[in-house]
Each structure stands twice: as structure tokens, then as C-alpha cells.
């Protein structure tokens, strides 16, 4: 069982052109039932609104009629072999959400209450991350991410970040000030050291020489008289 993301990977899959393919298809493939049984499709109000798809083609839905919540929307599964008198149904409803549904599904033995109609499996109980998905995520966050998750995705922490051997607070008291907490937590992630070969992070916790307080006194002095050169 496939359940797909929102992402896109070029030339490989489309979220969006994926949706819109399958709820094509589910309405041709509806139109064999009676006006009576044949569902509706999203963006249709109650509509189906596909979120996956199986090995044995079969594509699962949320029953967005189910509820205003989305959280208590139940599962609809387009079954691709169901058999006649087996009392499964072409358009199959479960009352049951999308975890739900899968807990049944990913199981080692038959569990009660049993929910009406055969489940796929039962499955191991293993799952992985599609492959399209960490390239959408880097390219998201390349063109539009903000904050530390999105920047631990194009730059992953170092695994011992070294800060120095002081503390936060005795570097406070040596400043007269607290520093930007997002600093902070940047520095616990990923520690000293220089970016790229152009930005660089002084070890801002160094009790002995070249502490932290001497790289701010000096870039102050710097600054000094660099205004004082240039008071015109």
C-alpha cells in the first residue's frame, strides 16, 4: 500500500496531476454501478477523496461525507476484485478512520471487532518513507522553508557540536546580556565552526584565550574606528 504525500518530483510523480488522474478514473469506473450506489468525488461537496493505492490496484479514499471533521472521516476503497455474492462491494465502506483502517491492516492475526468486507493482509508491520519525498522537501525548503527544521533538512546537525567549555549563563555575565534564543539553539544543533568557507560562528562558550567577548570587543573596536576614519 502506497500513501501518497503532496510533493512532486520531476519527470517521476506529481501529487496534484496524480489526484486528478485517479478521481478521472474512479468516475468512469462508477458509472457501472446503479445512480443509487455511485459516489461523488471531491471537490464535490461529501465527495470521495483518494489518498492512496495498493499493489492490487486497489485505491482507498476518505468518505469525506462522513463528517465536517476531517479527523472523523471514515475509509472508502475502490476494490478492484471484488468478487459477486462475497458481500464485498465494488465501492466498499468502512466505519473506519484512516488509522484505524490501517491498524486492521497491518496486523499478525485476525483482531475483533472485524471490519466488514476483506482487508488487505495481513501486513507485516514495516514501513518507509517514499523517495520522492526528501527531494520535495529540500526544494521547499531551498525555496520557501524558514527556521531551524527546515534548515536541519539541507544541513544536517553535526552529531558532537562543540560549543566550548563554559556555560550560557556564565557567558551572559561576562556580556551584560542574554543572547537571541535562536542563536542558542543553533549553536546546540550544530555548534562551532565556519559555513561554506564564508560564514563563520566563533565558539561562543571558550573559557580561555580568543573567548567569545574578545571577538565582540574586537569587531566593536573595528567598527570604532572605522566611524571615526569616516566622520564626514
Not at 488487505?120 to 531551524?148: F, K, N, W, Y
Not at 563554559?166 to 556580556?175: D, I, K, R, Y
Request: proline residues 8%; contains cysteine.
Amino acid at each position: 500500500m502506497w500513501i501518497h504525500v503532496p510533493c512532486v518530483q520531476r519527470d517521476r510523480f506529481d501529487y496534484g496531476e496524480w489526484l486528478r488522474a485517479t478521481h478521472r478514473e474512479a468516475r468512469i469506473e462508477a458509472r457501472e454501478v446503479s445512480e443509487v450506489e455511485r459516489p461523488v468525488f471531491h471537490p464535490e461537496p461529501g465527495g470521495l477523496l483518494a489518498w492512496g493505492c495498493t499493489r492490487g490496484s486497489d485505491v482507498p479514499f476518505w468518505d469525506t461525507s462522513a463528517s465536517a471533521d476531517p479527523d472523523k472521516w471514515t475509509v472508502a476503497v475502490q476494490h478492484s476484485g471484488a468478487v459477486p455474492g462475497s458481500g464485498l462491494l465494488r465501492w466498499h465502506r468502512y466505519d473506519l478512520t484512516l488509522t484505524e483502517y490501517l491498524r486492521h491492516t497491518v496486523r499478525d492475526t485476525w483482531e475483533l471487532p472485524s471490519p466488514p468486507g476483506p482487508l488487505l493482509g495481513p501486513l507485516p508491520g514495516t514501513g518507509a518513507r517514499t523517495a520522492l519525498l526528501p527531494d520535495a522537501e529540500r526544494r521547499i525548503a531551498l525555496e520557501s522553508g524558514t527556521g531551524l527544521g527546515w534548515l536541519r533538512l539541507l544541513s544536517p546537525p553535526r552529531k558532537r557540536p562543540y560549543l566550548g567549555d563554559g556555560s550560557w549563563e556564565a557567558l551572559f555575565a561576562e556580556l551584560g546580556t542574554r543572547l537571541p534564543g535562536e542563536y542558542m539553539r543553533l549553536m546546540d544543533e550544530y555548534g562551532a565552526g565556519k559555513w561554506s568557507g564564508w560564514l563563520r560562528f566563533h565558539t561562543p562558550l571558550r573559557t580561555r584565550e580568543r573567548r567569545f567577548v574578545t571577538h565582540v570587543e574586537d569587531t566593536a573596536d573595528d567598527y570604532r574606528q572605522l566611524k571615526d576614519g569616516n566622520a564626514d
